[in-house]
Protein backbone atom coordinates (compact mmCIF):
# COMPACT_ATOMS: atom_id res chain seq x y z
CA UNK A 1 0.00 0.00 0.00
CA UNK A 2 1.44 3.24 -0.59
CA UNK A 3 0.97 6.11 1.56
CA UNK A 4 0.70 9.82 0.40
CA UNK A 5 2.00 12.81 2.79
CA UNK A 6 0.88 16.46 2.33
CA UNK A 7 2.78 18.60 4.80
CA UNK A 8 0.65 22.11 5.35
CA UNK A 9 0.76 25.18 7.58
CA UNK A 10 -1.74 23.62 9.92
CA UNK A 11 -0.82 19.51 10.46
CA UNK A 12 -0.16 16.82 7.70
CA UNK A 13 -2.51 14.90 5.98
CA UNK A 14 -1.85 11.13 5.05
CA UNK A 15 -3.85 9.32 2.43
CA UNK A 16 -3.84 6.17 1.26
CA UNK A 17 -6.47 4.45 -1.12
CA UNK A 18 -9.71 5.47 0.23
CA UNK A 19 -9.06 7.33 3.29
CA UNK A 20 -6.99 10.29 4.53
CA UNK A 21 -6.42 11.16 7.69
CA UNK A 22 -4.92 14.87 8.78
CA UNK A 23 -2.88 14.95 11.67
CA UNK A 24 -2.43 18.79 13.64
CA UNK A 25 -3.86 20.66 16.12
CA UNK A 26 -7.50 19.55 17.05
CA UNK A 27 -10.44 22.33 15.29
CA UNK A 28 -13.45 22.91 17.76
CA UNK A 29 -16.20 25.07 16.90
CA UNK A 30 -15.21 26.77 20.15
CA UNK A 31 -12.17 28.08 18.62
CA UNK A 32 -14.19 28.99 15.56
CA UNK A 33 -13.36 25.93 12.78
CA UNK A 34 -15.32 23.26 11.37
CA UNK A 35 -13.96 20.00 13.08
CA UNK A 36 -12.31 18.10 9.96
CA UNK A 37 -14.38 14.92 10.64
CA UNK A 38 -17.19 17.01 9.15
CA UNK A 39 -15.62 17.03 5.80
CA UNK A 40 -15.35 14.72 2.89
CA UNK A 41 -11.62 15.54 1.46
CA UNK A 42 -9.67 13.81 -1.29
CA UNK A 43 -7.46 10.69 0.24
CA UNK A 44 -4.84 11.91 -3.18
CA UNK A 45 -4.11 13.42 -6.04
CA UNK A 46 -7.47 12.33 -8.41
CA UNK A 47 -10.36 13.25 -10.54
CA UNK A 48 -13.74 13.98 -9.41
CA UNK A 49 -16.00 11.93 -11.37
CA UNK A 50 -19.24 12.26 -9.68
CA UNK A 51 -20.57 14.29 -7.01
CA UNK A 52 -23.65 12.27 -5.62
CA UNK A 53 -25.10 14.88 -3.30
CA UNK A 54 -26.31 18.39 -3.69
CA UNK A 55 -26.39 21.45 -1.10
CA UNK A 56 -29.13 20.30 1.65
CA UNK A 57 -29.19 16.76 0.84
CA UNK A 58 -29.68 14.20 3.95
CA UNK A 59 -26.75 11.93 4.02
CA UNK A 60 -26.48 8.99 6.36
CA UNK A 61 -23.41 7.86 7.45
CA UNK A 62 -21.33 5.82 4.98
CA UNK A 63 -23.74 7.13 1.68
CA UNK A 64 -21.37 7.97 -0.94
CA UNK A 65 -20.69 11.67 -1.24
CA UNK A 66 -18.54 11.78 -4.17
CA UNK A 67 -16.59 9.10 -6.21
CA UNK A 68 -12.35 10.18 -7.70
CA UNK A 69 -10.65 8.31 -9.89
CA UNK A 70 -6.82 7.71 -9.33
CA UNK A 71 -4.39 5.36 -10.74
CA UNK A 72 -6.84 3.77 -12.57
CA UNK A 73 -9.12 3.21 -9.87
CA UNK A 74 -12.31 4.56 -8.65
CA UNK A 75 -12.63 5.32 -4.83
CA UNK A 76 -15.89 6.04 -3.19
CA UNK A 77 -15.49 8.64 -0.91
CA UNK A 78 -18.73 8.00 2.15
CA UNK A 79 -20.14 10.66 4.35
CA UNK A 80 -18.27 9.95 7.82
CA UNK A 81 -21.76 10.61 9.63
CA UNK A 82 -25.35 11.31 9.58
CA UNK A 83 -26.54 14.83 8.68
CA UNK A 84 -27.17 17.34 5.81
CA UNK A 85 -24.51 18.43 3.15
CA UNK A 86 -23.69 21.96 3.85
CA UNK A 87 -21.25 22.63 1.01
CA UNK A 88 -19.98 21.13 -2.01
CA UNK A 89 -16.57 22.51 -3.25
CA UNK A 90 -15.28 20.61 -6.19
CA UNK A 91 -17.02 19.85 -9.52
CA UNK A 92 -17.27 16.67 -12.08
CA UNK A 93 -14.24 16.55 -14.29
CA UNK A 94 -11.61 18.72 -11.67
CA UNK A 95 -8.41 17.65 -10.89
CA UNK A 96 -8.10 17.74 -6.82
CA UNK A 97 -4.78 17.22 -4.50
CA UNK A 98 -4.96 15.18 -1.58
CA UNK A 99 -6.62 16.65 2.07
CA UNK A 100 -9.11 18.98 -0.55
CA UNK A 101 -12.39 19.26 0.87
CA UNK A 102 -14.84 17.70 -1.52
CA UNK A 103 -17.52 18.22 0.98
CA UNK A 104 -18.89 19.24 4.50
CA UNK A 105 -21.45 17.49 6.22
CA UNK A 106 -23.65 19.50 9.43
CA UNK A 107 -24.46 16.49 12.05
CA UNK A 108 -27.92 15.38 12.44
Known sequence: MKLRILRTADGVWVGWPGRAKFFGPERTAAAGG???HDEVRAPMTGKVVKIAVAVGSPVKAGDVVAIMEAMKME????APHAGTVDGVFCKVGELVDLGKTL??????
Open 75 to 78: YRLA
Open 34 to 36: RAS
Open 103 to 108: ASIEPA
